[in-house]
């Protein structure tokens, strides 16, 4: 998971060459851009706060200081780094978690909902499958490169990707792409076409992908299998 924005990195290192003065002027009642340097720096401080230091809520400014300056002048930390790591990151998830609630909630349900269709099949990964069109070809390993046709959408029917309107099938190696597909692609023989709806978990995670599939995206693909290369 990725929590060091590039303009928290700024922030350290406008800090570490502004914070004595900072500390020398803390009662200072008012403040004047004199030069090209003092307006940069005051720039920065503002879109440090604006958009990297928002996203860690409450910060406490004497600690992060004393961060900061521990780092810079080699004395002992109050934690190392693999803890500091460790903080963001599980401050991060936290944050994740109770935004993207209402995403994990919904697509539960339509896996529990789902899963009791007839005709559904749920794996040991809880990823879910309907037959389509079975064939009898030859099956892919997880080794192999296949080529394919298939529609991608959210569980509202949104749909985020088809080969089917791009009109050319897609190749890909199946160690390459999410765990669903390279779990579910080895299930299916040549000629055939499938149905899966996918958990989160086996499919982009916390993470997403682009502008249309969001963390904690539970997915349905109906892919259909037209050779292995």
């Keep these: 998971m990725k929590f060091f924005s590039p303009l928290l990195i700024i922030a ?14 803390a009662e200072t009642t008012e403040i004047m851009l004199s030069t090209e340097e003092q307006k940069r ?24 200081l004393h961060g900061i300056t521990a780092q810079q002048q ?19 998830k936290l944050i994740n978690d109770e935004k993207f609630a209402e995403v ?7 896996l529990k909902s789902n899963a009791l269709v007839e005709g559904v099949t749920v794996t040991a990964s809880g990823l ?7 064939a009898d070809g030859p099956k892919p390993s997880a080794f192999d ?38 779990e579910g692609v080895q299930l299916m023989s040549v000629g055939s076409k ?19 599939i969001g963390p904690f995206e539970t997915l349905i693909f109906e892919i259909e299998l037209l050779e292995i290369n």
């Design 128 to 134: 879910q499958y309907t037959v389509l069109s079975a």
């Design 12 to 25: 350290g290192l406008l800090l570490l060459s502004s914070c004595d003065q900072a500390s020398k002027s």
């Design 194 to 212: 499938f149905k899966f709806v996918v958990p989160y978990q086996i499919g982009y995670a916390e993470r997403g992908a682009g502008q249309t």
């Design 41 to 64: 720096s005051y720039a920065l401080g503002m879109m440090i706060e604006e958009r990297a230091l928002k996203q860690y809520g409450k910060i406490d400014y004497q600690f992060l």
């Design 145 to 182: 490169t296949v080529t394919v046709h298939y529609r991608g959408t959210l569980i509202d029917g949104s749909e985020f990707d088809s080969s089917y309107e791009r009109g050319e099938p897609s190749s890909f190696p199946l160690d390459q792409v999410i765990p669903a597909w390279t």
């Design 104 to 110: 994990r909630a919904r697509g539960e349900a339509f």
């Design 74 to 92: 080699g004395k002992q930390p109050l934690m190392d780094l693999a803890e500091a790591l460790q903080v963001l990151g599980d401050y991060q």
